[in-house]
């Protein structure tokens, strides 16, 4: 029985629950918005801070072995080289995602409570910048993951689906640390469905508190930013890290003016228009860079299609 099945109740002489709900307070969510995704990938990639937004990656020209000095032991042998540095290095600049914010004062005046408009409004739109911003990462055609795959690093796959055999090739290609493979999510559900066929299901790790696929110990990070086309077909990407490692990087620029909520990203109060409208300016500056060729492999165009078509 609900509280509102007295109201049709003719025997009821109480006050009924509908008139009372006029006197009560109800108890209201943050707004929710659907797209909001964990966006593993931002926090998985270490960040390195720039000096005035540019990043530059300085290279050996040839780091063969050739000149140097090897001899019989005993033999006195005085090795010569030196390291030739490249005299053109490539820089990376930092890119920006900029919106511009409106409120009406009036809303901010007086519907502002239980909860603060302005506030919300903030955090819904750093959300969406956020979303955009890995989807640069992932998907950019100047700087973007699947764009600085070297064309040594991209490997087909065997049979068309990801099959173990193919992340295991994979990781005799990125075989220096790998940190990551970076998925969408159906691709690593094809993975591990043909894990099970086999017989050697995945094994699971918890990682910032949720769980995570690994093959070989190494973690299969989802993202649905990973495109899949309309046949099916996707890629799958294995990356190692850091600069230490000569890896994969983030680049920011944390401090700069206005900095709100998220390291990088500026909010600025660009005045009240004659309706009463605020704006306020919000710009995130980011970038990706990947130090060396073999820091970065793909296995591409695996198809998971076939997987779905019954469903």
Partial sequence: MSLNDNLVNPNNRSLGPKAARRLSNTTKSIPMMDSITPRWLLSFLPWVS????????????????????????GEHCI??????????????????????????????????????????????????????QECELVNNSEFGLLASVDPSMRIPPRKGTPTPDDLDDLLATVWKKPAFFLAHPKAIAAFTRECTCRGVPPVTVNIFGSPFVTWRGVPMVPCDKVKIDSLGNTCILLMRVGEREQGVIGLHQPGVPGECQVPSLSVHFGGI???????????????????????????????????YDYE
């Fill in 50 to 73: 720039t000096e005035a937004g540019v990043y530059r990656v300085n290279k050996v020209i040839d780091d063969s072995n050739e000149g140097m000095c090897s001899d019989n032991i």
């Fill in 273 to 307: 228009d004659d309706m009463g409208i605020m704006s306020y300016i919000m710009t995130l500056y980011y970038g990706l860079a990947v130090l060396t060729n073999d820091a970065l492999g793909m296995l591409e165009n695996v198809n998971i299609g076939h997987y």
């Fill in 79 to 132: 090795p010569q080289n030196y390291m030739d540095y490249n005299c053109n290095p490539k820089e990376y600049t930092l890119n920006i995602i900029q919106t511009i914010l409106k409120i009406n004062s009036q809303v901010s005046d007086i519907f502002n409570s239980p909860i603060n408009q302005k506030q919300e409004q903030m955090r819904l739109t750093i959300e969406k910048m956020r979303e955009k």
